[in-house]
């Protein structure tokens, strides 16, 4: 017969409170975290063509590693490219600012 034990589970629910703390406290740490809108095709086009972002050719190369996925997005008020990078048997993400190529995380 199992016997209830409040120990383990309060330590459960102080976990799983410390984790919708943490994501709460990231939200809103990283400006644009939470609000990311990434632009179609289209508008990403007309941002390299006018000069607000770099061609992602450009950024390849500073990535280390392949692209596998790329999207155009504002976040905290700029234009930033979230990248899938394959690099040694795995995919990490990247995010690059999309006007200087700068990897930002």
Known sequence: MHRYRPA???RAFRSALSAFAFAAVLAVAVPG?????CLDQSQARAAVANGQALPLGRV?????GE???ADLCREGGRLVYVLSVLSGGRVDNRV???QSGRILR
């Open 96 to 98: 690059v600012d999309a």
């Open 33 to 37: 975290f939470a609000q990311a809108q």
């Open 8 to 10: 383990r589970l309060s």
């Open 67 to 69: 692209i596998v996925r």
């Open 60 to 64: 390849a190369g500073s990535v280390g």
